[in-house]
Structures are given as C-alpha cells and as structure tokens.
C-alpha cells in the first residue's frame, strides 16, 4: 500500500513537472513571437500607413493643384526619412522616381525632388558610417568621375556653382549604393515598389488629364506625371523587363508578374512615342526568340501565360486597343521630314555634333562640363534652349573623348562591384555553380538594352536620377533570389571551399 502510494506520488510530480515544462514552452513560444512581432514593428513602424497616405495625398494634388497638399507629403516623407533606415528611404526613392515632376519648382534654388534626395543622402552617411565598407576600384571610380567634372570649374560662372555640387553630391549617394559592400537592399521589393510608383504616377497623370482643359489636338500623349513621355516609356519597358527577370529567378514563381509587365507594356503604348513603339517592337522579338529557343522551365512557363494573357486582352479589349493602334498610325504618319518626324532631334543632334567637332583641344578631350555645356552651347528651338536629346552626343559634349571613356569604364567597374556584392561561389569540384551564380541571365540584358536604345532621343547625363536608373540596372543584372542562392552556397559547402574573389574593401 505504501509502495503504491509512493509511486502515485512519483508520478503526479513527474506529471506537474511535464506540465510546467509545457507551460513555460509555451509562454517561451509566445515571447518569442511577440518579440519577433515587435522587431518587425520596429524596423517598418510606418509602412502600414505610409505609402497609402502619400499615393492619395499626391493624388489629391494632381486633381486641386493645392500647394498645401504637397507641402504636406513633402513634411511626411522628410519626417519618414529621419526615423527610417538607409534601406527604407532607399525604396522610398525608388517609389517617387517615376513622380518626381510634380516636386520639381522652378521657382526656387533648389526643387523639393533635390532636397528630398538630398536629406536621404545625409541619413544614409549618417547611419552608416559606422558599417560602410568601401570597395577601393569603386571608390577611385566615384572619385574619379567627380575629379573630371571638377575640371571645368574655372570656366563656371557663378550661378552655376549650386548645381555642381548638387549633381555631385547626389551622384555620390547613388554610387555609395554600389559600391559599399555592406548595403545590400532587396532588388525584389526595390523592383516591386518601382512597378508600383509608376502606377501612382500614371493615376495622378490621369487625375490631371481629366480635371485639366482638353486640346484640340487629334491625340493627347500620356506620360503619368514623368515629365516626358519618352522618359516616362523608358521606366515602364524597365520595369516590365524587371518583373519578367524576377519571374524567371524565382523558385516558386508568381503569375501576377508576368501579366503586370503585359500591363506595364500596354501602359507604354499611350505614350505615342515613336521611340517607344519602335524599341517594345524590337525587344518583344528578342524575348520571343528567346522563349522559342530556351529550355529554362520558368521561361517556358512564361510563354503559355503570355500567349494566354494576350488572348484574353484582345478579346476582352479589342475596341479600345483598335482605337489606340489608329492614334498610334496618326501619330507615326505626322511629318513629311526628318526633322518633323524626330521632333527636332536631328536638327539638335547636327548642332550638337558641330559644337563638338569645332570644340578646342581641351574640349574635345574633356568636354565643357555636364552642367556648363548646356548654357555654353547656346542652341534653341522655337526661342527655348535645348539639350541634344541624344546622351551619347550629351556625354562627348560634356566630358569629351576621354571623359565619355572614363564613364564607361566606371559604369563596368560598378557592374563588376555589384557581381562581386551578390556573392561568386567559387567550386573546386564542382564548377558549373560557379558559371551559374557568375554569369547574368538573357532577360538580365533586356532592361539594360531597351535603356540603351531610349538613350539615342534622350540627354540624361545632367539629371541625378539617372545614376539611380543606373543603380537598379546593376542590380538587376546579377540578381539570383535569395532562396536559391542560399541552397547553391549549401551545396558547395558540403564539399567545396567558398571564396570572395576582388572584394578590395576598405
């Protein structure tokens, strides 16, 4: 009997002990939860209400044009800038890349766009000055550049001085996002933020359209709120061709992308930019060609959802894309000249090559400055001074035979940097997880060639925006998903010594 007892005993203590343990699992589980809620809480306190109540303050600007609500989206976003990360206020200004014509006033010394980039700039070094490492070829690339606009300085007037240091400055930022080693944002939500940027842009384009007085023109040129309807193509082909790459990198791929890039291309067509119609037409037959001859299963699978989406578009939409294909052949038919036709770029482009080829010594080799060509060269059209619409002509008026080498040289030392920064895995055994961590992917190139063809109608060497173009054409270029990264580099530790190769930090 007392045996007995002793041993109900036993196992009434075991059993209050197991529930203890269960109990304090548990409460450990949910602590733990809790504080991993609060992490994420800390880290984006703001992106539940942000971006919402910028997208409907903007739109609420575009359709009153009440300074006041700009004022107040640009107090949200500087206040947004101070308590956010580098990483925050880096999608923060890829979302407004695609809005930043409504910041942009003339009226003053500096645009509301100029600060906003700029106070990012000045949180950036400040919160990383502590964990930045510097690639050293990047940074002498950086300095470089900056050395080479520095030279035209004696021949700046004075009122020139602002825009200089503006322009360096703010090329800077978008060099440090490259070429420190550290700094490593999410080219997926950097992508998915851009997409969504021009879509808040094209409502606020179409807000103005319809609250604005209509024209008698035969056809009304959309350009969202882009500032220019070939600068507002080339972000939508951009973009198109980001979703498409994400698409193919991604283990578990989603269907969306593929029919937001249809959209975004759709979108493009509204422009009626003959550059435009021309560079889609082109880079479609490279993506078709590529899709007929690839084996990669997500490419395939993009295929058979393209071929599906564009049947159901045209049957869905056949009379509004009828309607804008007959606006698309009027646009095309006006003009009986060149001139006409290129909307004066190639009467630009012969006055710009004759500055070039008449330029001293001196100018030929280092140019007149990328914010003192424009003024020096004194070429207008219809009384307004113009720039060459053509930024290879732009950069040998700018920086010469030498400094247009120097600039390609640094653009392919930063795509180096970056391929570098996304991680060689270097096999002893087993190399192909080298060639296929180190060697871009086809639809990488597509961003980079469709920019390149706008290029040839657009000047944009004197814009800091385009630097950051720049910077998520880089990034884009050797992007691999995370997840498929992580099990490659699992793989090769199994039996394989992984390695970073050049990395030259400081």
């Known amino acids: 009997m007392h045996k007995y007892r002793a041993m109900r005993s036993r196992q009434k203590g075991r059993c209050a002990v197991s529930q203890r343990s269960v109990k304090g699992s548990h409460e450990l589980r949910g602590t733990e939860l809790r504080n991993r809620t609060m992490s994420i809480a800390g880290r984006f306190p703001l992106l539940g209400w942000f971006y919402p109540s910028i997208t409907m303050l903007l739109m609420l600007y575009a359709g009153t044009q009440q300074t006041s609500l700009l004022l107040v989206a640009m107090l949200c976003m500087g206040i947004y800038i101070a308590i956010s990360s580098a990483e925050s206020n880096f999608y923060l200004l890829v979302f407004l890349l695609p809005s930043l014509s409504l910041f942009v006033t003339e009226q003053a010394d500096s645009s509301y766009a100029t600060m906003l980039f700029l106070a990012a700039l000045v949180k950036h070094v400040a919160s990383r000055i502590s964990s930045m490492k510097l690639h050293v070829a990047g940074l002498l690339g950086v300095l470089g ?249 732009e950069s040998l008026v700018a920086w010469g035979l030498v400094g247009t080498v120097i600039f390609i040289a640094f653009v392919l030392l930063l795509a180096y940097v970056q391929r570098i920064k996304s991680g060689t895995v270097v096999v002893r055994t087993e190399t192909w997880l080298e060639s296929s961590r180190s060697k871009p992917s086809f639809l990488a190139f597509l961003p980079i060639i469709s920019t390149m063809i706008f290029l040839l109608s657009l000047h944009s060497l004197g814009m800091y925006t385009t630097y950051f173009y720049i910077v998520l054409l880089i990034m884009n270029l050797y992007y691999t998903e995370p997840e498929s990264v992580e099990r490659m580099e699992g793989i090769g530790s199994s039996g394989t010594v992984p390695a970073e190769r050049g990395s030259g930090r400081i």
């Open 145 to 393: 550049i900056i050395v080479l606009e520095l030279l035209h300085l004696f021949t700046y007037l004075s009122d020139w001085l602002s825009p200089t240091v503006r322009w360096i400055a703010l090329m800077l930022y978008a060099s440090l996002l490259i070429i420190d080693m550290s700094f490593k944002p999410s080219f997926k939500r950097a992508v998915y933020t851009f997409t969504c940027g021009i879509f808040v842009s094209s409502a606020c384009g179409l807000v103005m359209s319809v609250t604005s007085e209509l024209t008698s023109a035969p056809f009304r040129r959309f350009e969202g709120v882009g500032g220019d309807p070939n600068g507002f193509g080339m972000m939508v082909l951009m973009a198109a061709f980001f979703l498409l790459h994400l698409y193919k990198q991604a283990r578990q791929p989603n269907t969306l992308l593929v029919y937001s890039s249809l959209g975004l291309l759709l979108l493009g067509l509204t422009t009626l930019s003959r550059t435009y119609f021309l560079t889609m037409g082109f880079m479609v037959l490279l993506l078709l060609g590529y899709m007929a001859v690839t084996a990669d299963r997500n490419s395939i699978r993009m295929r058979s959802k393209m071929i599906a989406a564009v049947a159901i578009l045209g049957a869905v939409f056949a009379i509004p894309v009828m309607n804008l294909v007959q606006s698309i052949i009027e646009r095309m038919s006006i003009g009986s000249s060149l001139d006409k036709m290129t909307g004066s770029r190639s009467f630009l482009a012969e006055q710009y090559w004759t500055v070039f080829r008449d330029s001293s010594l001196w100018e030929l080799l280092v140019g007149r400055g990328i914010i003192g060509y424009l003024p020096q060269s004194r070429i207008s059209v219809h009384g307004q001074q113009m720039g060459p619409h053509n930024t290879y002509l």
